[in-house]
């Protein structure tokens, strides 16, 4: 089973979950940081203080990717790193650590996947408002100038964003992510403005020189109980209502607007009804719709849904009233998510059709188990079945058409997994976090096999 040629093969990680130096080198304060350090929110009162310590293991790191064969690395840069209060003058000290690793990347002969946003907001710009006030996308275009002025003659792919959903919903609707807020119509406000703030850098960083612009979101398939197993099952009219209305609020909420310029009408109708639809300003969505070159995909499990009469919309969801949240019959990884790989060919394949204008990517992709280290290996095989199982999907969507140009897995190395804390391990390497030792487990050796076979 041969990948075309010029499939690219990588990892990925995000910086509050790798890096930890929390205080160093001017870094100011990340929502994050805040966030983790309140009791209650994060399991086992973890926080990403210390994390990996990759940012004084970075060329370590990079030696083992190396040893992978990795083509590709993506990785995000800490805002707050960069501007400690979120605007202002660059900090020399935060983007020197990344001008190394960027360095560091190519020497290895690795490309660099740089993503501007992955949750670290600066503490500064949410106590003014956060994503729910407009200025915030300014400051994050003026960001992403910044950095594109210090890595742009050695970096040629960008990300904007990383899953705006999730920052949006779960950081500003239900509240179990930074900055901790519960309120429908601030995740609906929130979610507009990280949209913009992707218009605005995509525009900035295109007039820079940038050549490929890319938005990362968490797509999946939604579907009914029947149709996790069965492809073919057909959902009666109820059921599948309540799919399309989770697959717009989820998927179309945001790529409707950046490739067309437009909003569905059941998300405007979300928006008038969680607090109005004052903050989209005219202008906004031809902003938004700035030209990227491709969709990032991070898939991990379908939404599993059905018709649910009378049930209240659920906190992460604003819009949901009425549908029901199912479980799905499928083995489980250690998080309890559903294990359905067809569901990611499922998903490449529709995204293709609906946004063919664009290429694709899977820029996160994996699983955490409970992972043991015994005579100084990790045998995660139940790891190697989820990736094998998933990459076979990758390979059909590939051949039914998609135009999908990568697989980076998630992740590069065991991490801070945002409220679970430490206890979930997602990495093709074992982390130590009492020595900081790194042990690649037998996922990524055999992942480097696929690397270098091209294929399964």
Same mark, same amino acid.
């Given at each position: 089973?041969i990948?075309?040629?010029?499939f690219v093969?990588?990892?990925?990680t995000?910086?509050?979950q790798?890096?930890?130096?929390?205080?160093?080198d001017? *870094?100011?304060?990340?929502?994050?940081?805040?966030f983790?350090?309140?009791?209650?929110?994060v399991?086992g009162?973890? $926080?990403?203080?210390?994390?990996? #310590?990759?940012?004084?293991?970075? +060329?370590?790191?990079?030696?083992l990717?190396?040893?992978?064969?990795?083509?590709?690395?993506?990785f995000? &840069?800490?805002?707050?790193?960069?501007?400690?209060?979120?605007?202002?003058?660059?900090?020399?000290?935060?983007?020197a650590? @990344?001008?190394?690793?960027?360095?560091?990347?190519?020497?290895?002969?690795?490309?660099?996947?740089?993503?501007?946003?992955?949750?670290?907001?600066?503490?500064?710009l949410?106590?003014? =408002?956060?994503?729910?006030?407009?200025?915030t996308?300014?400051?994050?275009?003026? @960001?992403?100038?910044?950095?594109?002025?210090?890595? /742009?003659?050695?970096?040629?792919?960008?990300a904007?964003? !990383? %899953?705006?959903?999730v920052?949006?919903?779960?950081?500003?609707?239900?509240?179990?992510?930074?900055?901790?807020?519960? #309120?429908?119509?601030?995740?609906?406000r929130?979610?507009h403005?990280?949209?913009?703030?992707h218009?605005?850098?995509?525009?900035?960083?295109?007039?820079?020189?940038?050549?490929?612009?890319?938005?990362?979101?968490?797509?999946?398939?939604?579907l $009914?109980?029947?149709?996790v !197993?069965?492809?073919?099952?057909v959902? /009666?009219?109820?059921?599948?209502?309540a799919?399309?209305?989770?697959?717009?609020?989820?998927?179309?909420?945001?790529?409707d607007?950046?490739?067309?310029?437009?909003?569905?009408?059941?998300?405007?109708?979300?928006a008038?009804? !969680?607090g109005?639809?004052g903050?989209?300003?005219?202008?906004?969505?031809?902003?938004?719709?700035?030209?990227?070159?491709q969709?990032?995909?991070? @898939?991990?499990?379908?939404?599993v &849904?059905?018709? =649910?009469?009378?049930?209240?919309?659920?906190a992460?969801?604003?819009?949901? %009233? /009425?549908?029901?949240?199912?479980?799905?019959?499928?083995?489980?990884t250690?998080?309890?998510w559903?294990?359905v790989?067809?569901?990611?060919?499922?998903?490449?394949?529709?995204l293709?059709?609906?946004?063919?204008?664009?290429?694709?990517?899977?820029?996160?992709?994996?699983?955490?188990?409970?992972?043991?280290v015994?005579?100084?290996?990790?045998? #995660?095989a #139940? *790891?190697?079945s989820?990736?094998?199982?998933?990459?076979?999907?990758?390979?059909?969507?590939?051949? +039914?058409?998609?135009?999908?140009?990568g697989?980076?897995?998630?992740?590069?190395?065991?991490?801070?997994?945002?409220? %679970?804390g430490y206890?979930?391990?997602?990495?093709?390497?074992h982390?130590?976090?009492?020595?900081?030792?790194r042990?690649?487990?037998d996922?990524a050796l055999?992942?480097?096999?696929?690397?270098?076979?091209? /294929?399964l």
């Amino acid at each position: 089973m041969i990948f075309p040629e010029s499939f690219v093969w990588g990892a990925a990680t995000a910086s509050y979950q790798i890096e930890g130096a929390v205080k160093e080198d001017g *870094r100011g304060q990340s929502i994050w940081d805040t966030f983790s350090h309140s009791p209650g929110n994060v399991a086992g009162g973890d $926080t990403g203080d210390v994390a990996c #310590d990759h940012y004084h293991r970075y +060329a370590d790191d990079v030696s083992l990717m190396r040893e992978l064969r990795l083509a590709a690395y993506r990785f995000s &840069v800490a805002w707050p790193r960069v501007q400690p209060d979120g605007s202002g003058p660059a900090n020399p000290k935060g983007l020197a650590f @990344y001008d190394m690793l960027v360095d560091k990347l190519l020497e290895a002969e690795i490309s660099p996947y740089v993503t501007l946003y992955h949750w670290d907001l600066p503490q500064a710009l949410e106590e003014r =408002g956060g994503w729910t006030d407009r200025d915030t996308a300014y400051r994050f275009a003026e @960001y992403a100038e910044a950095v594109h002025d210090r890595l /742009g003659d050695r970096v040629g792919h960008w990300a904007t964003l !990383n %899953e705006p959903w999730v920052a949006a919903f779960l950081g500003y609707g239900n509240g179990v992510h930074a900055p901790g807020r519960r #309120d429908p119509a601030s995740a609906m406000r929130a979610a507009h403005h990280l949209l913009l703030g992707h218009g605005l850098a995509a525009r900035r960083l295109r007039e820079l020189g940038a050549q490929e612009l890319m938005l990362v979101v968490n797509s999946a398939p939604v579907l $009914t109980p029947a149709q996790v !197993n069965d492809p073919e099952a057909v959902a /009666g009219p109820a059921d599948a209502a309540a799919a399309h209305r989770i697959h717009t609020l989820l998927t179309r909420q945001f790529l409707d607007p950046a490739i067309y310029g437009r909003y569905p009408e059941e998300v405007l109708e979300t928006a008038e009804r !969680n607090g109005g639809t004052g903050h989209i300003k005219d202008g906004d969505l031809e902003t938004i719709a700035a030209p990227i070159e491709q969709i990032g995909v991070n @898939y991990y499990n379908p939404c599993v &849904v059905e018709a =649910g009469p009378g049930e209240p919309a659920d906190a992460a969801w604003p819009g949901s %009233e /009425g549908v029901r949240f199912a479980g799905a019959d499928a083995p489980t990884t250690a998080m309890g998510w559903p294990i359905v790989p067809d569901g990611l060919s499922r998903l490449l394949i529709r995204l293709s059709r609906d946004y063919p204008q664009v290429g694709l990517m899977v820029t996160e992709n994996g699983a955490a188990f409970d992972d043991v280290v015994e005579n100084g290996r990790v045998h #995660d095989a #139940d *790891r190697v079945s989820y990736l094998d199982g998933h990459l076979r999907e990758v390979h059909r969507a590939i051949e +039914a058409g998609a135009d999908l140009r990568g697989y980076l897995v998630w992740s590069l190395l065991d991490n801070f997994e945002w409220a %679970e804390g430490y206890r979930r391990r997602f990495g093709i390497v074992h982390v130590d976090y009492s020595t900081q030792a790194r042990v690649p487990k037998d996922s990524a050796l055999w992942y480097r096999d696929v690397i270098v076979r091209n /294929g399964l």
